[in-house]
């Protein structure tokens, strides 16, 4: 089979030649791990972060070794307890054909409930992320008007229907084109959109909350969050989900200028890692899977077929190529 790599660490823009992509013998399962199918895997921007060297929340990845992340398998041999060939497991060895996993990191997914993308996606690590970002980190009440960034995204889509069903007032989203907008209000029932490059953010903000905003679920960082800092009203919560506006940038970039709001405006503001809140787990499941099956959750994937071309649909991920979850299709 085949195993994606990282070939070096990328200076800014990832490209292809960040990449490699090798042929290799299927690895052998020792005792307590299964030897894995991988048939559907993930990409996500965290993995740009891992390009880099330097500590973070989660390691680097290593320069010649496969690259990892979310995948969905079907176990092909097993020598751990309570997993059978044929079974469908999520784990965190993607970007290559065949995984050798350790059981204790592997769990059963059932394919008859969920189409297998779903474990990566709504009922995944996305999902829970939009779920406890508005109704933990952010404290999301009834008849708070919400702004979420990178709204047309995996885990924006679901936090403005998440927040939504948890009795928002007014849901208002931005993306990067007028097909997303669309896809924003008449599919994802968004009440207000806009594209950020038509304009400064601020203003087409404001003209879409002038009543203010409560909450702000934040993709994007940057140009973004000063607007929502200037757009909140008093006592307003900010989730800090993720920054992609500034993943790319060679140095840190300035913040926003307006700093100071934070205090005349007593605004809490917080980041967050979704494994972090692992506690939450049930609730999420139970409510989110709920709404689900009730046909309350709509969620749209942008599937690039192939291992091969896994890089770039990373590399398409990070230019905005995805609505909804960007997923690659192995088998
Ligand atoms: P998305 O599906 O939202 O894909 C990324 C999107 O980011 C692109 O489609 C693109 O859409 C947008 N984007 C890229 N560059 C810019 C830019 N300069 N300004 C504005 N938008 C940009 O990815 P995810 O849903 O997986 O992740 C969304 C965010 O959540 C990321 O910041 C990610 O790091 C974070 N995250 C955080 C987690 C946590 O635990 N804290 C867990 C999971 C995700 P467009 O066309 O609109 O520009």
């Keep these: 089979g085949l195993e994606i790599r990282l070939a070096s660490r990328p200076k800014g823009w990832p490209t292809m030649d960040n990449f490699d992509i ?8 020792g005792e307590g791990e299964l030897l894995v199918r991988n048939l559907v895997m993930s990409v996500d921007p965290y993995m740009r972060g891992r390009m880099n ?24 041999e097993s020598n751990a307890e ?13 970007w290559r054909d065949y995984a050798v996993v350790s059981g ?13 993308g779903a474990y990566l996606y709504v009922l995944g690590m996305p999902g829970m992320t939009a779920y406890v970002g508005l109704a933990d ?19 924006g889509s679901l936090a403005g229907q998440i927040a939504k069903l948890r009795g928002a007032k007014k849901v208002i989203g931005s993306a990067g084109s007028a097909e997303k907008v669309r896809y924003l209000l008449d599919e994802v029932g968004f009440d207000e959109a806009f594209n950020y490059h038509d304009g400064p953010v601020v203003e087409q903000l404001k003209a879409a909350a002038p009543e203010g905003i409560d909450v702000y679920f934040d993709n ?8 929502a800092i ?14 992609i506006s500034q993943y790319n940038a060679e140095t840190p970039q300035p913040g926003p200028r ?71 299709k192995i088998v």
């Design 22 to 29: 090798a042929e290799v013998e299927a690895p052998q399962p």
């Design 53 to 76: 060297e330097g500590k973070s929340y989660v390691p680097p990845f290593q320069v010649g070794a496969p690259l990892e992340g979310g995948a969905v398998g079907e176990v092909v």
């Design 82 to 94: 309570g997993f059978a060939p044929g079974d469908h497991v999520l784990h965190n060895l993607g």
């Design 104 to 116: 204790k990191h592997a769990t059963k997914v059932d394919a008859s409930a969920a189409p297998l």
């Design 137 to 155: 980190v952010a404290a999301q009440q009834e008849g708070d008007v919400v702004f979420i960034s990178g709204a047309a995204g995996a885990v």
């Design 220 to 227: 994007v960082g940057g140009e973004h969050l000063e607007a």
């Design 230 to 243: 200037s757009v909140m009203n008093d006592f307003g919560r900010l989730a800090e989900c993720g920054m």
């Design 258 to 328: 307006n700093m100071a709001m934070i205090v005349q405006k007593r605004l809490k503001i917080e980041g967050f890692i979704v494994m972090d809140r692992a506690h939450l787990k049930d609730q999420f499941f139970n409510e989110v899977g709920a709404w689900l099956r009730d046909g309350k959750i709509t969620y749209r994937e942008t599937v690039v077929e192939g291992l091969r071309n896994a890089p770039d649909a990373f590399l398409g991920l990070m230019r905005g190529d995805n609505t909804g979850k960007m997923l690659v």
